[in-house]
């Protein structure tokens, strides 16, 4: 199906065309699937062309079938005739016989951002399907729309009223009767000759499903006894009856439905189904007898709902029918599979429904099920609801938080009345009163969402009650050993002991009556509960007064895994132990939220805390790690162990955030209490971070100082991982003052630390930091090599904020080889990650690098704009590196644009920073700038001097000059050796080769 324009789609009155090919499975059979294929190329086609001649629209086409829509009646008419026409005189592939009915209707649609809704569409559908190949069957109100101006010879044919599926008012059904082709037909497929107790009136539309009903129909073509299980108010039932409406033509004797759910003696069930069939009781015979006796040559489908309560009798029952009768299909709807042999248990899985936290635009929201279902029934309820962009996210909101289950959908979406959307979703959390007030015509326990859980609930036996309530304690899925030491063994509180060699078979019981759902994971399986049956059942917790204990033991089971991973986190088994901790990650967020709320419990939750830090950096949960930290570390009752460790981990946290003084702060607090705990690696640490918020605003030699007091400690005292983090740290200070050598040297001394503790975070910081080094060498393929290398294994940890940073330096790599396209792509990709993940660090540096190379494409405006905001947040970082480069960029700037004194002003500016900092390329950068704008200025003799000071100064540092720059410095030297003469030239070139940096920053700023 092609993309569609919906702004342009007919409104108001429209006439729908529905077609598709009859016996398209025996077609396919009979030419096989090379020949079939043709076939239906070539039927699209000429299908296509007659109906786009006429004004028709393609909304949808799934296999054989199209939708169809037109602004007038006369061109559906039209075109369906052409279309019938063209059909018959075609020669197809291999003599294939090509017979297609089609069906119109005329009404007034919603048009919505994701297409026609409505009963309408629903009818022009169903009458469609009551015709036969070569068939063109009208509604009445198509008919009346005509108006005796019927298309060339045509003539129209009453066929009467009809009653067709899912719809509550009868059709009075047209034929058009085409000159030259067939008119005669069997009587239509209406509800009228299909042998049936289906409820004809369906008096709202089904809603996607289109997956879940070919896959039933598949089961029910292999297997005799198909039964839908899942949760309740999950569509079990409106999806069976759907299957068993589309199914009625392949059954000869029909499509039976026999609804349980007002049973309550198992001994009724052969009795009510008999009933269905009008079989009477024969005395002295047992009435399943009688029934078996009556079903045994039929050829028919059997409906059982609503088979939970009664799923012994049901099985039963099921068992002796599928012996006796042969042609007999069954297909049950139960919260549990009934256990027969050669039974197929489908899962009704819930409605697709949008993920809110990666943001929900329209077109995304109208591709779920679950808020399609949400905005038809809500318009039913309240006709002036529309989705927009501003109320996107909230229905997103409710579908998700409902689980895609369509009665929660349905009883929500009819709160539109009275509440927006926003107020919806806002009081989810007290779904049980929110979402009552069902249909009154419906079951009782699908009145309410809580009688349909409650339904199930009642249904359990005490040991399955009491593990369901203890489970609700898990947010997001649990493993079995979690539940094994969470839920059961003794001391728990006053519910039924539950055994822990018993936990798995209560386990799977749970699993088969839909209210526990599994995942395979590789080789492990994980279990969850939907959000309203864990809501359902966190109540009853509270109310057995259990639900301090389980927490408890919840957090206790969460500490330890936390325990073991803060470890595993520096090694070989990284990878595993950041993936099980996401996995986990609304668990410890669930634990760190009780501990949090019991003061007893703030030292635990610190200790659950602090090894999280580093999950939290990896994963980008900045923000979140730290309030969880700060907040904790607010209470009372911690040891000042475990208040040196939160507010390390708190202050590396805000340091990766570019919050430097709270960082510092903290820092210094870690440092001081390790101090005085006379604690080696927890004093490395933190010097290590200090050392590095020292170096970053400039201070090399105090940071020299910390960092080689942290080194010593790790030395002597054997801590490899805070070593090879020291050592990393040192190399940038050394790299940033032009060190280039000892720089590498230390580098490659972490790098192999890296490798022997397995650890894939520090072996791409190693390799990161050698290939900034490669790039001022001038060695670029190594620094692409080594920037991809170490960009490979931060995917491979998920880890964004570094993703981010590598890009970014990759994107340098590119800038400087004069690959400003790419550079662009690869920076814009690092600033809209860094912006997501609010690292203040990565954006500043590609802001600045990302201006630059804005500017070199011709955007001067663009590239002013991001090298300002690049310069605010450097101030705020108290980045001076960050601080001088992206004033030097903005210099190149205005010298394009004619600025020169404004040039000249913030090369000044800029240029003393780096000779502050020792940072050689960053002047040499400058001077550049300076021998431009001399050039500019008509003095051509200090640009030489400058020129020639910039090579000198270059070689002497061995700092080669960029690909990208070398272009501009050759016309700049060509430029001024032009004005000058070649003699003058010399002069001016020898004496800005002799003199010191220092006497050339001076000359340039003068």
């Given amino acids: 199906m092609s993309t569609l324009d919906f702004d342009n789609l007919p409104t ?113 559908a169903r009458i469609c399907s009551a015709g036969y190949g070569g068939q063109i069957l009208l509604s009445e109100r198509t008919h009346a729309l005509l108006s005796g101006a019927l298309p060339d010879d045509l003539t129209l044919r009453d066929l009467g009223e009809h009653r067709l599926k899912d719809l509550a008012r009868p059709e009075h059904i047209f034929q058009v009767d085409i000159p030259g082709h067939p008119t005669e037909y069997p009587p239509l497929k209406t509800l009228d000759i299909l042998t049936t107790n289906l409820p004809s009136l369906q008096l709202t539309s089904f809603i996607g499903r289109e997956r879940e009903m ?13 039964t839908l299980t899942g949760a309740g108010g999950s569509g079990k039932t409106r999806l069976a009856l759907q299957v068993a409406a589309d199914v009625l033509e392949e059954f000869p004797n029909g499509v039976w439905l026999v609804e349980l759910t007002p049973l309550a003696d198992p001994a009724l069930v052969p009795q009510t189904v008999a009933s269905v069939f009008g079989v009477r009781e024969v005395p002295g015979r047992p009435v399943l007898d009688t029934l078996v006796d009556y079903l045994r040559a039929r050829e028919l489908l059997l409906v059982l709902d609503n088979c939970e309560h009664l799923v012994e009798a049901a099985a039963r029952l099921a068992g002796s029918l599928l012996r006796s009768c042969t042609k007999l299909r069954i297909l049950a709807t139960s919260r549990e599979a009934l256990g027969v042999a050669g039974e197929a248990a489908y899962g009704v899985p819930p409605l697709s429904h949008p993920d809110p936290r990666a943001g929900v635009s329209v077109e995304q929201l109208m591709r779920s099920e679950a808020a399609h279902l949400f905005l038809e029934r809500a318009a039913l309820g309240n006709p002036r609801f529309v989705v927009t962009q501003a109320n996107a996210p909230a229905i997103a909101q409710i579908v998700h938080r409902l689980d895609g289950i ?20 806002k009081r989810l959390d007290d779904r049980f009163r929110l979402l009552t007030g069902g249909s009154r015509g419906g079951l009782p326990h699908h009145q309410t969402l809580q009688a349909a859980v409650a339904w199930s609930y009642d249904l359990l036996s005490g040991q399955e009650r009491t593990l369901l309530c203890r489970l609700s304690v898990f947010s997001g899925g649990f493993s079995l050993e979690a539940l094994e030491a969470v839920c059961a063994g003794e001391g728990i509180g006053a519910g039924e002991t539950i055994d822990p060699g018993a936990a798995l078979d209560l386990l799977t019981r749970l699993v088969d009556k839909s209210l526990v759902a599994t995942e395979s994971l590789g080789h492990d399986v994980r279990y969850r509960m939907l959000e309203t049956i864990r809501h359902y059942s966190r109540e009853r917790l509270l109310e057995s007064g259990e639900t301090d204990a389980v927490r408890h033991r919840h957090l206790e089971w969460h500490l330890g895994m936390v325990e073991q991973a803060e470890s595993a986190l520096q090694g070989r088994d990284q990878l595993i132990w950041l993936d099980r901790l996401e996995l986990e990650h609304d668990n410890l967020r669930a634990a760190l939220e009780w501990a949090g709320a019991d003061s007893s419990h703030v030292e635990t939750g610190l200790r659950l805390a602090g090894p999280l830090h580093r999950f939290w950096i990896l994963r980008g949960y900045l923000r979140e790690g730290r309030d969880w930290l700060e907040g904790l570390s607010r209470a009372h009752g911690a040891t000042d162990l475990i208040r040196a460790k939160a507010a390390y981990a708190a202050g590396v946290l805000a340091f990766h955030q570019g919050d430097v003084s709270r960082a510092e702060a903290l820092s210094v607090e870690s440092l001081n209490l390790y101090r005085v705990l006379d604690d080696p690696l927890g004093t490395a640490l933190s010097l290590t971070t200090l050392g590095t918020l020292v170096r970053n605003r400039g201070d090399y030699a105090q940071a020299r100082a910390l ?42 001394e972490s790098l192999e630390l890296w490798r022997r503790l397995g650890d894939r975070w520090g072996l791409a910081v190693s390799l990161g ?81 990302l201006g630059f190379v804005v500017h070199r494409l011709g955007d001067a405006a663009r590239a002013t704009t991001l090298l300002q905001e690049s310069l605010g947040l450097s101030a705020e970082l108290g980045d001076k590196v960050n601080r001088a480069a992206a004033l030097c960029n903005l210099g190149f700037v205005a010298e394009h644009l004619g600025e020169h004194a404004r040039a000249a002003a913030l090369h000044s500016e800029s240029v003393r920073l780096y000779r502050a900092l020792g940072h050689w390329s960053g002047v040499a950068d400058c001077l550049l700038g ?50 000058l003469g070649e003699d003058a030239f010399a002069v001016a070139w020898a004496r800005g080769r002799a003199i010191a940096t220092d006497e050339a920053i001076t000359e340039a700023t003068a």
């Fill in 769 to 849: 930091h050698l290939g900034v080094v490669a790039r001022h060498q001038g060695d670029y393929e190594r620094a692409r090599t080594l920037h991809e290398e170490s960009l490979v294994l931060r995917r491979q940890l998920g880890d964004r904020q570094y993703i981010a940073a590598a890009l970014n330096s990759l994107g340098v790599v590119a800038w400087q080889l004069g690959d400003y396209a790419q550079a662009a792509a690869m920076l814009e990709e690092s600033m809209a990650l860094s912006r997501e993940l609010g690292d203040k660090q990565n954006m500043a540096a590609t802001l600045c690098s």
């Fill in 214 to 226: 070919a896959e039933i129909r598949r089961l029910l073509a292999g297997s005799r006894l198909v």
């Fill in 12 to 124: 108001g009155t429209v006439s729908f065309l529905f077609t598709d090919i009859e016996g398209s499975t025996e077609l396919l059979q009979q030419v096989g699937d090379q020949t079939y294929r043709d076939v239906l190329e070539e039927h699209h086609r000429v299908l296509r062309a007659e109906f786009a001649t006429r004004s028709g629209r393609e909304i949808n086409t799934q296999g054989d079938a199209f939708f169809v829509a037109f602004p007038e009646a006369h061109d559906a008419v039209s075109a369906a005739t052409a279309a019938q026409r063209a059909i018959a005189s075609h020669t197809w592939p291999s003599d294939a016989r090509v017979r297609v009915r089609m069906g119109i209707h005329t009404g007034e649609p919603t048009l919505g951002p994701g297409g026609y809704v409505g009963l309408d569409v629903h009818r022009a």
């Fill in 930 to 979: 300076f021998a431009g704008v001399a050039l500019a200025r008509g003095q051509a003799e200090r640009s030489a001097h400058l020129l020639a000071a910039v090579a000198a100064l270059r070689e002497a540092q061995r700092l080669p000059l960029p690909p990208s720059d070398r272009a501009d410095y050759d016309r700049a030297v060509s430029e001024a050796r032009s004005r």
């Fill in 406 to 425: 369509p009665l929660a959908i349905e009883l929500a979406a009819a709160r539109v009345k009275v509440l927006t959307a926003d107020q919806i979703a």
């Fill in 707 to 748: 960092l080689d007091e942290s080194l010593a400690i790790s030395r002597r005292s054997g801590y490899t991982w805070a070593l090879a983090e020291g050592l990393n740290v040192l190399g940038v200070t050394l790299r940033r003052q032009g060190d280039h050598a000892q720089a590498t040297a230390l580098f490659e």
